[in-house]
């Protein structure tokens, strides 16, 4: 599997911004898709996570600002960012599960600053 993620960039603290991450390839044998993020000198940690089903997971400091969601036509999953932190300053990883393990994409940039 395939992923491509976009919609990174600057913003300011309190603002929006929405990534996608566009799959291809071997979809049917992805089971979960979710965002990471790694902020600089820190582990990578989960953001959110939705499966086919639909059901979404958030992390405790997105919750009630992040949302996570996907158009299963267009092999999209969105993560829109409400409500931005200087903390939620990091690098945003696309995550695809399958039974036989893990696929990533390359990372899209989002800084939160005035």
């Known amino acids: 599997v395939q992923l491509v993620e976009s919609g990174g960039g600057l913003v300011q603290p309190g603002g929006s911004l929405r990534l996608s991450c566009l799959a291809s390839g071997t979809i049917w044998t992805i089971t979960v898709m979710g965002w990471y993020r790694q902020a600089p000198g820190k582990q990578r940690e989960l953001v959110a996570t939705?499966?086919?089903?639909?059901?979404?997971h958030l992390t405790n400091s997105v919750k009630g600002r992040f949302t996570i969601s996907r158009d299963n036509a267009k092999n999209t999953v969105y993560l829109q960012m409400n409500s931005v932190k200087p903390e939620d300053t990091a690098v945003y990883y696309c995550n695809a599960k399958r039974i036989s393990g893990d696929d990533w994409g390359q990372g899209t940039q989002v800084t939160v600053s005035s």
């Open positions: 939705i499966t086919n089903g639909g059901t979404t």
